[in-house]
């Protein structure tokens, strides 16, 4: 694994306490060419919204998962209770198709 620049280990910890907002407050009013601070800037912000992203993506697939067990499970409940029904529907359909 290769070393953290020291530079860029003093701006991440200047970053993280200054947080999202307050970086994104200095990078605003920053120059037409940014320094590597700037520009450091701008890498540590996306790495902060990879990373909610990846959050967020994590959180919607659990989510997706429990939402398709509760389907399948309420199909199940649903071919059980309706299990009489069914056979009757499908004896008159037969009888209707043998006449």
């Not at 694994?1 to 990078?27: K, Q, T, Y």
């Not at 398709?68 to 309420?74: F, L, P, R």
């Amino acid at each position: 694994m290769a070393h953290e620049d020291p530079r860029h280990a003093a701006w991440r910890s200047e970053f993280e306490s200054l947080g999202e907002e307050g970086v994104r407050m200095m990078d605003s009013g920053s120059q037409a060419v940014p320094d590597d601070r700037i520009r450091f800037s701008r890498v540590w912000l996306k790495e902060r919204d990879d990373s909610r992203r990846s959050a967020r993506d994590d959180k919607t697939h659990s989510l997706a998962k429990w939402a398709n067990y509760i389907a399948v499970t309420a199909l199940l409940i649903a071919a059980i209770a309706a299990h009489k029904e069914i056979k009757w529907l499908i004896s008159s359909v037969m009888s209707w198709l043998s006449s």
